[in-house]
């Protein structure tokens, strides 16, 4: 009887084990088909010289499932820009967004501190090896777990802190304004007690908190606001006077109001010790000149800056990577792309460019997209990244 039991079990393991191969090895080949056809896709495509009718195209088709949503998509290809303004700047207003649109950048802010530390690094007042032990003022207490992390495991994404602090308000009176109250003070007490989810350097684990410390941190060695460094390293040099914390009463003037996921207007987020995670206002304009740069070379020390920013450095386990920057090398056409995203309560945002095909997206909408986990702003920003490396403007 327990022989035939255990025949019965172990022919029962081989169905279930060949279930799971039959299983693993049908995903696997939905895959490589897939990664074929993509593949093929890009490989057919020709120059048909309507790269700005395919972007608006898709523009059009974003801003006709949202109620007076507006959206900007720039591009750079080559040395040609093109600015495509679509749907309306407001409810009261049917005249479309431009250049000049302000809309709130989200974590695309993120890229900036990077910026900041890149340029605080090659002035030699602060080292990427630098600990948060030793950056931090003496009387700030540090869970010992976190002693080991450096400037670079913040930059990286690989520092082993968690995305928010536990002791962030996220209950739904404060989500309408989450990080608005939310001090330094606040943060020091979450670093004297905080549970890190892995070691620095174990594997790469996206960390708003992280970058929060982080901008603090530069602004402390920098003896200076954070805004201002960051206007001082990088936003002065190549002329983005559209990009801030705090606007001008002109610049609040052509700021986009902001709308949830279900369409509705919301107010703006404000930020205290967070604004090195996702602070900013910017539009396309600004932005093509910060990707643009980006796509150059030049020997400034803004120039510098960007360079060493994109430069991988190996992280532990987590492997080689940029600062700030997320990366990756599309299937189709090996493009190597730096790229961001953001998210607010009401707008979304993407960045993106390609060194090689000399080529950059940025996709700017105010309508909060993210909040709903829906990322229809990053398609739109990729796709066209990838027909712009092939794709001329007209």
């Given at each position: 009887m327990q022989a035939d039991s255990s025949r019965n079990f172990l022919w029962l393991a081989l169905k279930v084990g060949g279930g799971v191969l039959l299983l693993l090895m049908l995903l696997l080949g939905g895959l490589l088909t897939y990664v074929t056809m993509e593949k093929r896709k890009y490989d057919r495509?020709?120059?048909?010289?309507?790269?700005?009718?395919?972007?608006?195209?898709?523009?059009?088709?974003?801003?006709?499932?949202?109620?007076?949503?507006?959206?900007?998509?720039?591009?750079?290809?080559?040395?040609?820009?093109?600015?495509?303004?679509?749907?309306?700047?407001?409810?009261?207003?049917?005249?479309?967004?431009?250049?000049?649109?302000?809309?709130?950048?989200?974590?695309?802010?993120?890229?900036?501190?990077?910026?900041a530390l890149a340029r605080l690094d090659l002035d030699g007042k602060v080292k990427l090896a630098d600990t948060l032990r030793a950056s931090l003022p003496e009387p700030v207490a540090l869970a010992g777990a976190l002693e080991p992390?450096?400037?670079?495991?913040?930059?990286?994404?690989?520092?082993?802190?968690?995305?928010?602090?536990?002791?962030?308000?996220?209950?739904?009176?404060?989500?309408?304004?989450?990080?608005?109250?939310?001090?330094?003070?606040?943060?020091?007490?979450f670093l004297g007690g905080a549970k890190p989810n892995n070691p620095p350097g174990r594997l790469m684990d996206y960390s708003n908190v992280g970058f929060a410390v982080l901008g603090h941190v530069l602004a402390l060695k920098a003896e200076r606001p954070y805004e201002d460094l960051v206007r001082s390293a990088l936003l002065e040099p190549l002329g983005m006077t559209n990009t801030a914390i705090r606007l001008t009463e002109e610049q609040r003037a052509r700021l986009t109001r902001g709308h949830s996921p279900k369409g509705g207007e919301v107010s703006g987020w404000d930020f205290d010790v967070f604004a090195p995670t996702g602070a900013f206002r910017s539009n396309a304009g600004d932005m093509l000149a910060f990707i643009e740069a980006n796509l150059a070379d030049a020997e400034t020390p803004v120039g510098r800056s960007l360079t060493h920013a994109r430069q991988l450095r190996k992280v532990g386990d987590a492997g080689d990577l940029p600062l700030g920057w997320q990366r990756e090398v599309t299937l189709q056409g090996g493009l190597e792309v730096f790229w961001h995203n953001g998210g607010t309560g009401g707008h979304v945002s993407f960045i993106a460019f390609s060194r090689t095909q000399q080529v950059g997206v940025v996709v700017l909408s105010n309508y909060g997209d993210a909040m709903a986990g829906k990322f229809e702003v990053d398609r739109i920003g990729m796709e066209l990244l990838k027909l712009g490396s092939k794709v001329s403007l007209e």
């Open positions: 495509l020709t120059d048909t010289h309507d790269l700005r009718q395919r972007a608006t195209r898709m523009g059009e088709g974003y801003v006709a499932d949202r109620q007076d949503a507006a959206l900007v998509i720039g591009l750079t290809q080559r040395g040609r820009r093109a600015v495509l303004g679509l749907g309306r700047v407001s409810a009261t207003n049917a005249v479309p967004p431009d250049g000049r649109t302000l809309f709130e950048i989200g974590s695309v802010t993120k890229v900036f501190t990077a910026l992390v450096t400037l670079l495991h913040l930059a990286t994404h690989t520092s082993g802190l968690p995305r928010l602090p536990g002791n962030l308000d996220t209950s739904a009176a404060n989500l309408a304004n989450p990080y608005a109250k939310y001090d330094a003070a606040q943060l020091y007490q």
